[in-house]
């Protein structure tokens, strides 16, 4: 059997960049082997040592892999391996969508639906413990700015609009959506936790369920609330978006 000649990395299929495929590459037999040396993956993709380093090094450099040291059977120096990290793994196919569905579904047929409310009471009560300290002192429109991030730091998907009369909340990309179309009971968690924070009424008149292609939280200044006696409620149906 004739050895292959060590190449640099080209796409495994017509219109696939070169670098995504090389990622993906080398990320599968880092997951296969469980680690493994610049060495063995140059030798295992069929390219040079330099090629391999290169991409070894962005993928370690962006998180997705983690080189640990190991003592090698000679004595010397360590022996560098590469491995998956935590960040990297979500890289490769999870079915945590099914999991939250069937944890939910479970919880309700086992405890009822009181019992969902009060879990899903708890978790509010979790998030507004967190963002109330950063939220105090400000002003109305000042906590809606901020509360912008209440899905991460700097999500570009959610926008903000301060016009008069015109306070609104635009997210045009839930990270829980695959979840939140079975079971939109959960998406009452972000409309309880905008009350609580910003102390008015909060509706959400456009969602993604309805077939809006996006969120819209519109915050009711005028509808101010006692956020000491705000009990946690299920959002009603909506009616789905029109044809056209």
């Not at 944890?103 to 879990?119: M, S």
Request: some cysteine; proline content about 6%; overall charge positive.
């Amino acid at each position: 059997m004739s050895k292959r000649t060590p190449r640099s990395f080209t796409p495994t299929r017509p219109g696939v960049d070169a670098t995504v495929s090389a990622r993906a590459a080398v990320l599968a037999f880092l997951k296969q082997r469980n680690g493994a040396g610049v060495a063995e993956v140059a030798e295992h993709l069929g390219v040079t040592y330099e090629g391999a380093r290169l991409q070894v090094a962005r993928l370690e450099k962006e998180g997705l892999i983690e080189r640990r040291l190991v003592r090698g059977r000679a004595p010397g120096r360590p022996l560098a391996r590469y491995v998956v990290s935590r960040t990297g793994e979500h890289a490769f196919p999870k079915s945590y969508d099914e999991l939250t569905v069937g944890l939910i579904d479970a919880l309700t047929a086992r405890l009822g639906p009181q019992a969902l409310k009060e879990v899903l009471t708890e978790f509010t009560d979790r998030r507004v413990r967190e963002w109330e300290p950063r939220l105090a002192g400000m002003t109305l429109k000042e906590r809606i700015a901020a509360l912008r991030e209440i899905y991460g730091g700097d999500d570009p998907y959610m926008t903000v609009e301060l016009g008069p009369g015109n306070l609104r909340l635009i997210e045009r990309n839930c990270p829980f959506l695959n979840v939140a179309s079975r079971r939109p009971a959960l998406c009452s968690v972000t409309v309880s936790t905008l009350e609580r924070l910003l102390g008015v009424k909060v509706v959400r008149e456009e969602r993604f369920q309805a077939g809006h292609g996006r969120c819209v939280f519109r915050v009711l200044a005028d509808q101010p609330i006692d956020v000491r006696r705000f009990r946690f409620a299920f959002e009603p149906a909506a009616a789905p978006a029109a044809a056209g």
